[in-house]
């Protein structure tokens, strides 16, 4: 069974989900366009082809009923020991989609992600449980894997020079806001006032952070104990960061963080994808120069708005790296981030691997503690998050190790930049995310 090519996007993920055993591409227009009943019929079709296709890759085993159903199955946004998101098939030959967790990425002002683990997968009857014993061939390692690993440098571990320099970064966020609680004059209120109106975030603390903050490492200190695959191993990667009429300080801030840790040997390019902006701290006159000074970091500009999905795929067309990951214009990534990621795809060419997404206040820029949690469909095709058992086991489990996920947000994950091809890219008739 195989797809040979489909969209990646929240309305085909259940499609891709179940496998399209013909190669048959159902768009996000076709669906819409169907009626719930002809939809169910699709989505019926292809969980009876996902369920012979298991028996026949693994006939000494019998396939749960729930396994097939989205609502029972893993989800995520991230990686092991890093942060990222994204979605993809959990079908057997077509892809993988990984969450991994113990390692962190504090992200988007209000928008909360998450990630973690490979060979675990949540039930819904027995919580976390090894995935080999259920599809053994799934974690297959790719041709290039390489059996020597090794633990993270020194970029992706604590110091007492990094844990130093979050301190004062601390301190002059709650300065900030120490003001802001005492009054602030009336421009400055104003100035306070449009960055809500225009961000939907307190735009006011962030301009005054610095662009190279260092955040708290968020990472369970199993995370760093873990052991990857030499950087020498391992794929060159293009962060993608995709924006339109994004805020200075979060878009500039996002690419310092990318650029200040993560390996140089893995990092390709940070590639910035103007969608179209209109404001006049992005023009080209306005933004280049700043763009310039921080390394492997360009400016891809559209000659005109395509939208969100559309400017990925440009944005994958114009990248050089072997992988591809994509990350919101508002995030900063942690120390660790890449490593994981990276590693599941050593492991499986085909996997794509989402990391745990730690919240950023929107008002405050104070960094959270990620949760573990898997997203999902229902039959009627709404997405939730499902929070797995509350059990020590458990929780250790979800700290350090992977495990697959059917869907996810699709904000920020890593990906193959050749299957990411192969597969379709994303479709390009979704006009919103």
């Known amino acids: 069974m195989g797809v040979r090519r489909f969209g990646i996007g929240l309305v085909v993920a259940i499609v891709f989900l179940a496998g399209a055993p013909q190669g048959r591409k159902y768009s996000a227009r076709e669906l819409d366009d169907m009626s719930r009943k002809e939809l169910v019929a699709v989505i019926n079709q292809l969980s009876s082809a996902l369920e012979e296709a298991q028996r026949s890759t693994n006939p000494a085993s019998t396939v749960d009923p729930t396994e097939a159903q989205p609502d029972s199955c893993t989800a995520s946004t991230d990686l092991g020991c890093g942060d990222s998101n994204s979605g993809g098939s959990s079908s057997l030959d077509v892809g993988s989609t990984v969450a991994v967790g113990a390692g962190h990425t504090p992200a988007a002002p209000g928008f909360p992600g998450q990630v973690r683990g490979r060979q675990t997968r949540y039930h819904a009857n027995d919580g976390f ?39 004062k970064d601390e301190e002059l966020r709650k300065e900030i806001l120490r003001r802001e609680r005492e009054g602030l004059p009336a421009d400055e209120l104003e100035e306070r006032r449009l960055g809500y109106v225009k ?17 708290p490492d968020t ?15 391992m794929p060159r990667t293009s962060v993608i960061v995709v924006f339109y009429n994004e805020a200075r300080s979060t878009l500039l801030r996002t690419a310092w963080s990318i650029v200040d840790r993560t390996p140089p040997e893995l990092l390709t390019e940070v590639l910035l994808v103007d969608d179209g902006s209109t404001l006049p701290h992005l023009a080209p006159e306005a933004l280049d120069s700043e763009v310039a000074a921080i390394p ?32 919101d214009s508002h995030c900063e990534v942690n120390d660790g981030w890449l490593e994981p990621l990276l590693a599941e795809i050593v492991r499986n060419s085909r996997a794509v691997p989402i990391p ?7 008002d405050t820029f104070s960094i959270g503690q990620a ?17 797995p058992p509350e059990t020590k086991v458990d929780k250790e489990r979800a700290l350090t190790r992977p495990y697959p996920c059917p869907i996810m947000c699709g904000g920020i994950f890593a990906i193959g930049r050749a299957f990411f091809i192969e597969a379709g890219t994303y479709d390009e008739d979704m006009d919103t995310w």
Not at 199 to 215: A, G
Not at 296 to 323: H, Q, S
């Open 129 to 167: 449980r090894d995935y080999d014993s259920v599809y053994p061939g799934l974690w297959a390692a790719s041709p290039n894997a390489t059996s020597e690993l090794f633990p993270l440098g020194p970029r992706s571990l604590p110091s007492a020079e990094k844990r130093t320099q979050a301190a």
């Open 199 to 215: 961000n939907q975030f307190n735009q006011f603390v962030s301009d005054r952070l610095s662009l190279r903050r260092r955040v």
């Open 219 to 233: 990472r369970p200190p199993e995370c760093l104990q873990q052991r990857y695959p030499g950087l020498g191993h």
């Open 296 to 327: 492997k970091t360009r400016v891809l500009r559209l000659p005109e708005r395509v939208g969100l999905i559309r400017a990925k795929v440009r944005g994958v067309e114009a990248a050089t790296g072997d992988v591809v990951a994509f990350m």
């Open 356 to 362: 745990l997404i730690d919240p950023t206040h929107y």
């Open 371 to 387: 949760i573990a949690e898997i997203g999902v469909f229902s039959w009627a095709l709404e997405f939730h998050w499902l929070s």
